[in-house]
């Protein structure tokens, strides 16, 4: 069974930044499409970054455009997600998680489409 550990998460002032970490166990982290998601009290899950299996598709949500930045390393089963110029509204639980399908490596931002969920890392961001 696929696993997702996020880490890298806290509390910063506004303007700050934080890098996050998701490892994935398996061999099947070089064949998938990786996204990040965030979910704020009472709000739902929303989508946040996502890469495919290659690197070579990223998306953003328009809200983080400009100031996250989606990586991975494929040799440390890692994909990574970089947050500068934080803002209070940024504010949530951060997962990460696996695209279900494995054959082509076209991103969604879809929530439904991934699986495979870590358990979420909590950014705190004071103004």
């Known amino acids: 069974q696929v696993q997702l550990v996020e880490s890298g998460g806290g509390l910063v002032q506004a303007g700050g930044s934080l890098r996050l970490s998701c490892v994935t166990s398996g061999r099947i982290f070089t064949i998938s499409n990786m996204g990040w998601f965030r979910q704020a009290p009472g709000k739902e899950r929303e989508f946040v970054a996502a890469?495919?299996?290659?690197?070579?598709?990223?998306a953003y949500a328009d809200s983080v455009k400009g100031r996250f930045t989606i990586s991975r390393d494929s040799a440390k089963n890692t994909v990574y997600l970089l947050m500068n110029s934080l803002k209070p509204e940024d504010t949530a639980v951060y997962f990460c998680?696996?695209?279900?399908?494995?054959?082509?490596?076209?991103?969604?931002?879809?929530?439904?489409?991934?699986?495979?969920w870590g358990q979420g890392t909590q950014v705190t961001v004071s103004s």
């Open positions: 998680a696996r695209d279900r399908q494995t054959i082509v490596p076209i991103i969604t931002s879809q929530p439904s489409d991934y699986e495979s």
């Open positions: 890469i495919s299996r290659n690197g070579g598709n990223i």
